[in-house]
């Protein structure tokens, strides 16, 4: 399986190969593009995109590039995002009718003609539904350039689900904490605002250090403002 980052103009890839001995060994190649691959969630141009993944593939080891499968993280403004209480009676089974219909009511999100996913999670006695989902539209657009060198779409991923993963195992859970989870690279901090349950909301924070500015005092600042 082949694991892709994209975000505004950067591609990460991450190639997963198994051992004889049946563990897993990771490699990890990245490329920095001088035009945007994104605009507001979505592939800006799938010949750039194709192009770029592209020469990536090409760092790979010689008879790595068999595989042909791909998971995408994807920025979280790709994505429907809705968080909401899980009531204290609804059953397994009925509560994927009741996150379609839930979704469809806040967010016009149809998730008939789109794909969605979930995550449960529960604190103090207290469940919440974390709910992504993606229009047709949205994922054809992603599968397009992946098409053009002869690789398959299997699956998207949030970014902002994979950095909770990230740290989840670390939380408490008879405390409610709250997680401000930052990146740093190429002079620029990123990051997400979550709670015990996950992402609280949707917007990725950005800033630019430039030359002058320090860590230090950027996220000094923003902490304050939280």
Known sequence: MLYIYLD?????????KKSILGQYEASFYKKTLQVPLLEKGKPANPDIMASG??????????????????TLVLPQETFIFMKTEMPPDMAEG???TYLKDKARTETTFDAESGHYGYIVKENEGSKKIIFYG??????????TPLKLIELNLACIVPESLTYFN????T???NKKETIWYVSYDQDELSGYVYDSFGLIEDSKWKASLGTTKKIEKVLQKKVAEF
């Open 94 to 96: 009925v509560l994927g």
């Open 8 to 16: 505004t103009n950067i591609i990460k890839l991450m190639h997963l």
């Open 53 to 70: 993944i592209k020469e990536v593939l090409a760092k790979l080891p010689e008879g790595s590039s068999k595989d042909r499968d791909v």
């Open 171 to 173: 939380l408490r859970a």
């Open 166 to 169: 990230l740290f989840e195992k």
């Open 134 to 143: 993606a229009s047709n539209g949205v994922v054809d657009a992603f599968a």
